[in-house]
């Protein structure tokens, strides 16, 4: 599998001398413009593997402003394979052209199958997946969120040896692929900070299953309510932070990880002289999607 991509690069934030950090963003959403961030890496060898599978269908799952849907759509259409969108909410059957997120993953080529919430739950039945397979052939599934083990393989190559001076990484976590890849991938002296995005514990339990170091801590509140949630403050610390550091957000993930690292440095939570990364995972398409909602509740829009 071969893509044209950008140098991930580090780039240094401006602060207040005053915090007594460094921060650095580590720019993955900067390597390719659709398949950006930590779903590039997810994506990687689980494509090589259909490949050596013979499989030349992906079939994944994702709701309505899914990052992932729109990662896999774009990579079928480069990679030249056919994609199906297994999506929650049989209601958006009707409403693809008004969805940005949709509407961007149909016009990459990718089928979609709409279900139902309560099916959508059943999604990793055997009964479900068969159902799938006489609908469309055979595929290979690629999970929700896009984490296996070929996943977390990919995430580890995020980190180089020059990331080696850092002493914290900080990253956005959704299903735990991501994270699990740079702990793996981290120095004995680095702690590995997440920064959940849903509300719950489960993903301690997931992450385990990827990793064996302990060097790791979930920093839980900072999800401003649960997945997809947003108010004015987190609003305006995204357009803000664009405004200062030229860098953009996005309001599910990185935004709220942006948000907490603030928050953290102005506690003191970092040792001092701290020199601290934090991954930009990408995601940026879901703002158009996120401001069709902002919009609805009269609410300020994320700059983009």
């Known amino acids: 599998m071969i893509f044209k991509l950008e140098n991930s690069v580090n780039q240094k934030l401006t602060l207040p001398n005053t915090y007594g950090v460094s921060v650095c963003v580590k720019r993955e959403d900067r390597i390719h413009p659709f398949i950006s961030g930590n779903k590039y890496r997810k994506l990687k060898y689980n494509l090589q593997e259909a490949q050596q599978f013979g499989l030349d269908t992906l079939l994944t799952f994702g709701g309505a402003y899914s990052n992932h849907i729109a990662a896999v759509a774009s990579a079928g259409k480069e990679y030249g394979v056919k994609t199906v969108g297994v999506i929650r909410g049989e209601e958006l059957y009707s409403k693809i052209k008004d969805n940005p997120t949709l509407s961007f993953a149909k016009e990459q080529g990718m089928q979609f199958k709409f279900v139902s919430r309560s099916d959508y739950r059943d999604k990793e039945s055997i009964t479900f997946i068969d159902n799938l397979k006489q609908e469309f052939g055979e595929f290979y599934l690629v999970p929700e969120g896009g984490t296996n083990t070929l996943a977390v393989k990919g995430c580890e190559e995020i980190l180089t040896e020059a990331d080696n001076v850092f002493d914290y990484i900080c990253c956005a976590v959704g299903t735990g692929g991501t994270i699990s890849g740079l702990i793996n991938a981290s120095g004995e002296h680095q702690k590995i900070l997440g920064f959940p995005a849903l509300k719950g514990d489960f993903l301690s339990d997931n992450i385990s ?94 700059n983009d």
């Open 209 to 302: 299953k990827f990793v064996a170091k302990k060097n790791w801590e979930l920093i839980t509140n900072f999800h401003f309510g649960g997945y997809a949630k947003i108010n004015k403050e987190l609003v305006d610390f995204i357009n803000d932070f664009k405004s200062l550091q030229n860098i953009p957000l996005d309001p599910v993930y990185t935004g709220k990880l942006m948000f907490g690292v603030y928050k953290l440095i102005e506690k003191g939570y970092f040792k001092k002289n701290a020199n601290v990364l934090v991954i930009h995972t990408g995601g940026l398409q879901g703002i158009s999607g996120m401001n069709k909602i902002l919009k609805q509740k009269k609410l300020p829009l994320i």
